[in-house]
């Protein structure tokens, strides 16, 4: 049961990071808008990215915040997305993903006054620290983008950067609208004041939880054998899986 565990966690992991054969596939069969909606579904269903975005906009009642805080990030992961890509510029996507994971935390810890309650220093520039997990947030959506064929170093590629770009970006607002209109009923009752501390109590835990599986995975690619999780521990779990699916089956 623990191998099984572990096993979905694992892949969970590496299919957030990997791209398919199947989207790869569309990328090469088709145009600029491919890259446009596969930029959208990554950000939709980049549950990291989408942890840092509810801790920034949490407490962000005034549209002029919300505009500047997320034009800021926005600012932000489009330089390192496209700078980035289009110079080829890589990272381990497990480390890169670990930062990730940090901001999330930390957006939580100072949501909660983290700095002046437990620290006792004044918190760092809200602006500047957006801006700058923004640039890492960016590097961590190039590591997968740079998974494509993107072909030559030309003004085609930089226009399907761009396009992937474009497609964060309406993924973005879809998921910001969601947030906002959630956030904004919950706050007209009582309860938000009274668990809106035990809620960014819980954004720290998931990107606690969220760092722990990025280092997990930087070790388990980079130290395969010694880590005790190698491609025959891969091999019998996948049969213990078809060998309870046929017994389940058999039952029914």
């Given at each position: 049961?623990k191998?099984?565990?572990l096993?979905?966690?694992?892949?969970?992991?590496?299919?957030?990071h990997?791209?398919?054969?199947a989207?790869?596939?569309?990328m090469?069969?088709?145009?600029?808008?491919q890259?446009?909606?596969?930029g959208?579904t990554?950000?939709?269903?980049?549950?990291?990215?989408?942890?840092?975005l509810l801790?920034v906009?949490f407490?962000?009642t005034s549209?002029?915040?919300i505009?500047k805080?997320?034009?800021?990030?926005t600012i932000?992961?489009?330089i390192?997305l496209?700078f980035?890509?289009?110079?080829s510029?890589?990272a381990n996507?497990?480390l890169?993903?670990?930062?990730i994971a940090?901001s999330?935390i930390y957006?939580?810890?100072?949501n909660?006054?983290g700095?002046?309650?437990y620290?006792g220093?004044?918190?760092?520039?809200?602006?500047?620290?957006?801006f700058i997990f923004?640039l890492v947030h960016?590097?961590g959506?190039?590591?997968?983008?740079?998974?494509?064929?993107l072909?030559?170093?030309?003004?085609?590629?930089?226009y399907r950067?761009?396009?992937?770009?474009?497609?964060v970006e309406f993924?973005q607002i879809?998921?910001?609208?969601g947030?906002?209109?959630i956030?904004?009923l919950w706050?007209?009752?009582s309860?938000?004041?009274?668990?809106s501390?035990?809620?960014?109590?819980a954004?720290?835990?998931a990107g606690?939880?969220?760092?722990?599986?990025q280092?997990?995975g930087?070790l388990?690619t980079t130290?395969?054998e010694d880590?005790?999780f190698n491609?025959?521990?891969h091999?019998?779990i996948?049969?213990?899986?078809?060998?309870q699916?046929?017994?389940?089956?058999?039952k029914?």
């Amino acid at each position: 049961m623990k191998k099984f565990i572990l096993f979905i966690l694992l892949s969970s992991i590496l299919s957030a990071h990997g791209i398919s054969q199947a989207d790869a596939q569309a990328m090469i069969d088709g145009g600029n808008s491919q890259y446009l909606w596969l930029g959208a579904t990554h950000m939709l269903t980049g549950y990291d990215h989408l942890l840092f975005l509810l801790g920034v906009v949490f407490f962000l009642t005034s549209f002029r915040d919300i505009v500047k805080f997320i034009t800021i990030f926005t600012i932000g992961h489009s330089i390192t997305l496209i700078f980035a890509t289009f110079q080829s510029i890589n990272a381990n996507y497990y480390l890169v993903d670990a930062v990730i994971a940090i901001s999330v935390i930390y957006k939580a810890f100072d949501n909660n006054k983290g700095f002046e309650n437990y620290l006792g220093v004044k918190s760092p520039n809200l602006l500047l620290m957006v801006f700058i997990f923004g640039l890492v947030h960016g590097f961590g959506l190039s590591t997968r983008l740079q998974q494509l064929p993107l072909g030559e170093q030309n003004i085609d590629m930089l226009y399907r950067i761009i396009s992937f770009n474009i497609g964060v970006e309406f993924g973005q607002i879809i998921a910001l609208i969601g947030m906002l209109f959630i956030l904004n009923l919950w706050r007209k009752s009582s309860s938000f004041e009274k668990f809106s501390k035990v809620t960014n109590h819980a954004l720290m835990f998931a990107g606690f939880i969220l760092f722990l599986m990025q280092m997990h995975g930087y070790l388990h690619t980079t130290n395969e054998e010694d880590f005790g999780f190698n491609y025959d521990a891969h091999h019998h779990i996948h049969l213990e899986m078809q060998e309870q699916n046929s017994y389940q089956h058999d039952k029914l």
